[in-house]
């Protein structure tokens, strides 16, 4: 049997399967039985708690039957007092009273309010208003009633113990017209008796929604989006938990609201949470107790393999030792014995074919390279360079002088950094000084104009990707004709991007060598090598890869050619795209 078929069953059947099953059904049983009760128990106080509501509710409608069928009300709001003094005596010796009992018997009411409908009856004190002066909400809602209903509502559900209020129209005696509406103002009272019952303390919560009404962010902002998703569900079930919340849910018809008490499951189920604590305890010690046994199962197997890496890394030229280890038994037949047996005979091999002859021919090749290599140093590069500067402005030869002033920057940018990152004022200078030193050579045959409107010193980019575009501006369309050509960079940018443009007037590139360029930089890294050697184009493709790498997002390098008009080669910069190791800084 193979090595990596005995490493995958050992752990299989000895640590996953039993490790896994264990926990696994343990927490079921403990999980599910727990929360499944709890959850039962408290709907059932819920559904107690509605039915008390219920009753509170059905007691406080009760007071619109003592006024309606009590004849001094019917009269003064049906305008039957023909005087002010006989409507303020039947309201001080038997509607006042009606009311003030009312009150007394209701202690959760803030406010008693009849608004009348007629204009010529009395308006006495703050229980009897005009109808124009309720809200135009509420005027909507008590033009739907019908007689003999009323209609509760909850003004600020979104509190956490709302008021209530309760309307319902009053009738003249023959039913035949209304003449005022009662108004009920229920105070904090009555939900703080609600939410006492249904156990609202601690970290428990409470959200009113009004039927057909989508959630409150606000209430929710706490929440996790499954359960958000829950409250807005119009078939939501009595109760629901997942591993963050428990919902319990109720519909209160009365005051045409749902009703969710949302708990965190943390909290809650501390008890489980305990025992969560021992199951994990008890399959740590589980898992170290296999893993010990997993060990020397496998010590066995590891062991070799140890032995053959240690040799591996204490390999070199003067140690080529024959064997790994006089311990190992050559006539295992497993990988790990056919792997050191033919181990052992390359490196018996490597050692004849080693010989001290060429490993003193490859020293001394070495040796002549490190000797070659050490003769140019960058710094005698830049002193002969400002050398012959020098002598040239001695001499008032102000051609040599500028371009190998500007010859010496370039050398000084190129092998000075150690770094691939620069600014993109630096890549800007470098051009410069790269076209004069062209225009220098071409003459009349070359001009350009640099335009920059953005902030250069302020963009990072990797070095050399403007100087292999001007290149080829110079080589594919300056020196491919005898004709005048204008060379343009032009740096831009808008809210999104970053646009760099190099177009040229040459001779511009045929169609189907446009077409392949354009695919190259479109394809990347997929392009094979016979592509890249069919009509250049690695300049160009080692660019864009850079600039794709290095800005990310939809950064990209874009051709666009006519012939004998000219070539233009934009890279496009995304702003807000993850920069390797920087940040485009573009104010």
């Not at 290149?471 to 020196?479: L, Y």
Request: hydrophobic share 40%; proline share 3%.
């Amino acid at each position: 049997m193979s090595i990596i078929r005995k490493i995958i069953i050992g752990y299989v059947f000895l640590v996953f399967i039993p490790v896994v099953t264990f926990g696994y059904y343990y927490y079921v049983q403990i999980y599910g039985n727990l929360t499944q009760q709890f959850m039962e128990s408290r709907q059932k106080i819920l559904e107690q708690a509605r039915a008390n509501m219920k009753a509170d509710l059905t007691r406080i409608e009760s007071i619109h039957r003592l006024l309606q069928y009590n004849p001094y009300v019917t009269d003064y709001l049906s305008g039957a007092y023909e005087s002010d003094s006989e409507s303020i005596y039947a309201y001080n010796r038997y509607i006042s009273p009606i009311m003030t009992q009312s009150l007394f018997a209701n202690p959760e009411i803030e406010s008693l309010r009849i608004y009348k409908t007629k204009a010529q009856v009395l308006r006495i004190t703050d229980r009897f208003l005009e109808i124009s002066s309720l809200d135009s909400k509420n005027k909507e809602l008590v033009s739907l009633l019908k007689p003999g209903q009323g209609a509760w509502i909850v003004p600020d559900s979104g509190a956490q113990e709302p008021r209530l209020v309760f309307y319902q129209n009053i009738y003249n005696p023959e039913f035949t017209e209304i003449v005022g509406l009662l108004e009920l103002r229920i105070g904090r009272g009555l939900m703080q008796k609600f939410y006492k019952a249904i156990g609202m303390e601690g970290d428990w919560e409470a959200i009113l929604l009004p039927f057909g009404t989508a959630i409150i962010e606000d209430t929710t902002a706490r929440m996790d989006e499954e359960t958000r998703k829950l409250l807005g569900a119009s078939d939501t079930e009595p109760y629901y938990i997942n591993r963050k919340t428990i919902v319990n849910h109720l519909s209160i018809e009365e005051l045409g609201v749902r009703l969710f008490v949302v708990g965190k499951v943390d909290v809650v189920f501390h008890t489980i949470k305990r025992k969560e604590i021992i199951l994990i305890s008890t399959v740590v010690v589980f898992l170290a107790a296999l893993s010990l046994a997993y060990y020397v199962l496998a010590s066995t197997i590891t062991k070799r393999i140890l032995r053959l890496a240690r040799h591996m890394r204490n390999l070199n030229d003067n140690n080529m030792r024959p064997y790994i280890s006089k311990h190992d038994n050559p006539n295992r037949q497993d990988e790990i014995g056919f792997l050191i047996t033919t181990y052992n005979s390359m490196i018996q091999r490597m050692d004849e074919l080693i010989n001290n002859v060429h490993r003193a021919e490859l020293r001394n090749k070495e040796a002549a390279y490190k000797v070659l290599q050490a003769q140019i140093k960058p710094h005698f590069l830049y002193n002969t360079l400002e050398t012959i500067r020098m002598l040239a402005e001695s001499n008032n030869d102000k051609e040599i002088a500028d371009i190998s002033f500007w010859f010496g920057r370039l050398m000084r940018y190129s092998l000075s950094s150690k770094e691939d990152q620069t600014v993109l004022a630096k890549e800007i200078e470098t051009v410069i000084f790269y076209l004069n030193i062209h225009k220098m050579r071409l003459r009349n045959r070359i001009s350009y104009k640099i335009d920059i409107d953005v902030d250069a010193d302020q963009i990072a980019c990797p070095r050399f990707i403007l100087q292999p575009l001007i290149e080829n501006s110079i080589i594919h369309g300056a020196a491919a004709t005898l004709r005048p050509v204008h060379i343009s960079l032009h740096a831009s940018e808008t809210a999104d991007e970053i646009r760099i443009c190099i177009s040229d007037s040459g001779i511009g590139i045929p169609e189907d060598k446009l077409s392949r360029l354009r695919s190259m930089l479109t394809e990347g890294d997929d392009i094979h090598p016979s592509k890249e050697n069919e009509g250049g184009g690695v300049g160009l493709i080692n660019v864009s890869e850079r600039v794709k790498s290095f800005f990310g997002g939809a950064s990209r390098l874009v051709l666009d050619s006519e012939q004998s008009q000219g070539t233009r080669l934009t890279i496009i910069i995304t702003k807000g795209a993850a920069v390797n190791d920087e940040t485009i800084n573009c104010r």
